[in-house]
T-cell receptor
Framework: SQQGEEDPQALSIQEGENATMNCSYK?????LQWYRQNSGRGLVHLIL?????REKHSGRLRVTLDTSKKSSSLLITASRAADTASYFC?????????????FGKGTKLSVIP | GAGVSQSPSNKVTEKGKDVELRCDPI?????LYWYRQSLGQGLEFLIY????????KSGLPSDRFSAERTGGSVSTLTIQRTQQEDSAVYLC???????????FGEGSRLTVL
């Protein structure tokens, strides 16, 4: 079953603009991760945020986590054409032995030069 | 090699034939995952191996699917009596722990005619 659900499904912006993608999930988590997938390629890990963290930064990426709303957002600032890709959130559930990383369906981002 | 290696990268087979997909994880990684991605969709969890523990097979869609991991390293996903709905990209990922970042291979694209 799909735990994380990204929103929007697709996003098209001009180069230089900021891109915001949202993720909602259903059950308690140990951590939430964001991945990027270029067309026809494998996924690349971007950032991991733990359940006791509220915000995390990595370069032009900013991730927030609201465990009370069971939601996360990924902000890409000053977007570039090279940021065009699909972005997925994935959750690791809390609880012993729960190592199944569950992915959403992704947001397809298009950055127009 | 430095990354997760999957083979074959592409496989075309006829309905009813068996196929084997191979994954060579990053050396030293104890956790290994198999996912399936249909066109334009998110990742569907199939199976998870962690060290010497019994694998989590809860995502395997039918008894035609099986996987093994020999010596805690290389893994093989076997699909028996393939069906057209098995057509997808099969992604393997490894991790140094069950909670952290996954490193993905480039995937094996399976087409069942």
């Amino acid at each position: 079953s799909q735990q994380g659900e990204e929103d929007p499904q697709a996003l098209s912006i001009q180069e230089g603009e900021n891109a915001t993608m949202n993720c909602s999930y259903k059950t308690s988590i140990n951590n939430l991760q964001w991945y990027r997938q270029n067309s026809g390629r494998g996924l690349v890990h971007l950032i991991l945020i733990r359940s006791n963290e509220r915000e995390k930064h990595s370069g032009r990426l900013r991730v927030t986590l609201d465990t009370s709303k069971k939601s996360s957002s990924l902000l890409i600032t000053a977007s570039r054409a090279a940021d065009t890709a699909s972005y997925f959130c994935a959750t690791v559930p809390s609880g012993a032995g729960s190592y199944q990383l569950t992915f959403g369906k992704g947001t397809k981002l298009s950055v127009i030069p | 090699g430095a990354g997760v290696s999957q083979s074959p990268s592409n496989k075309v087979t006829e309905k009813g034939k068996d196929v084997e997909l191979r994954c060579d994880p990053i050396s030293g990684h104890t956790a290994l995952y198999w996912y399936r991605q249909s066109l334009g969709q998110g990742l569907e969890f199939l199976i998870y191996f962690q060290g010497n523990s019994a694998p989590d097979k809860s995502g395997l869609p039918s008894d035609r699917f099986s996987a093994e991991r020999t010596g805690g390293s290389v893994s093989t996903l076997t699909i028996q009596r393939t069906q057209q709905e098995d057509s997808a990209v099969y992604l393997c990922a490894s991790s140094s722990s069950g909670f952290g970042e996954l490193f993905f291979g480039e995937g094996s694209r399976l087409t069942v005619l």
